[in-house]
């Protein structure tokens, strides 16, 4: 009986000692100001980004270049990081990549993850409208630039695009960063699926002007024939696959990942502000 007291107040001793140096490594940590936190976080993520853009998804149709698996982590950048931080991580991570990965649009290549990112973190602070805003000019531009097939049979090819900015545009898109803000599994996953569904449209829809502008209209690498007879069309069957890949890579990472890490407290984040 005597032997069993003692270990129960070694142990108690013991659990004592191992509370005063978690709080004292807390503590040490929170000593940490915000600058070098917020400089650790974008030079891990970056580092992420920048690793996983060589890794391919699917080939670029019409092009020797191949979608990368970096592609899921834009609206996780953003629902983590926020609009500012993420961007940066992105816009670092991807020229960082480049020196493994050659770029496709002359240095642009980073305005695709970065607009989508930013569209996320904007969302993720309640700021709806420019998101909105944002998200009809992309498609708008897509459509009336001239090398566009706008239609094939009685289907358009921007449909699903469509799709995503009805689903930005109704109760969803708003509700989709406080769903994520829960931390429930049920709503955090519904939420994470809604957000980078919405920013992985507005990728796309970037990559897209991308291909048309810079290699169609400036460089003419791509002629006009080839784009409606080639591009578009094979685009047309592929794109909602890929995207759909994109999605479900997001939510099956994401979800965990973000758990984890908001529940770290991330110190730079503020509380988002209502519209």
């Not at 020196?99 to 240095?107: D, H, L, S, Y």
């Not at 406080?178 to 931390?183: A, G, I, K, N, Y």
């Not at 002007?209 to 784009?227: A, M, N």
């Not at 939510?251 to 988002?272: A, E, N, R, W």
Request: aromatic residues 12%; charged residues 10%; proline residues 7%.
């Amino acid at each position: 009986m005597e032997n069993f007291i003692r270990l129960c107040k070694k142990l108690h001793s013991s659990e004592q000692k191992f509370r005063m140096l978690r709080c004292s490594r807390l503590s040490d940590f929170s000593k940490i100001s915000n600058k070098t936190k917020i400089t650790a976080f974008v030079i891990v993520f970056s580092a992420l980004y920048a690793a996983l853009r060589p890794v391919p998804l699917g080939p670029m149709i019409g092009l020797s270049q191949t979608f990368s698996v970096s592609d899921f982590l834009a609206p996780l950048y953003g629902i983590i990081l926020g609009p500012y931080i993420g961007g940066l991580s992105i816009i670092i991570g991807t020229f960082l990549g480049m020196t493994v990965k050659a770029p496709v649009f002359f240095g642009l290549d980073f305005l695709t993850g970065f607009v989508n990112c930013v569209a996320i973190g904007f969302l993720m602070k309640r700021k709806w409208a420019p998101v909105v805003v944002l998200n009809i000019f992309l498609l708008l531009a897509f459509v009336l630039n001239p090398l566009t097939t706008l239609f094939f049979g009685p289907v358009p090819f921007f449909w699903l695009h469509v799709v995503a900015l009805v689903v930005l545009i109704s109760p969803l898109g708003r509700k989709a960063g406080q769903w994520v803000e829960t931390l429930k599994p049920k709503f955090l996953t519904a939420g994470v699926a809604i957000l980078a569904f919405v920013g992985t449209m507005m990728q796309h829809l970037t990559g897209n002007i991308l291909t048309e502008v810079v290699l169609g209209q400036i460089v003419g690498s791509l002629s006009p024939e080839t784009f409606s007879t080639f591009i578009w069309p094979s685009a047309f069957l592929a794109y909602p696959v890929e995207r759909t890949v994109l999605v479900i890579l997001s939510v099956v990472i994401g979800v965990p990942l973000i758990s984890t890490i908001k529940k770290s407290l991330l110190p730079f984040q503020q509380p988002p502000k209502k519209e």
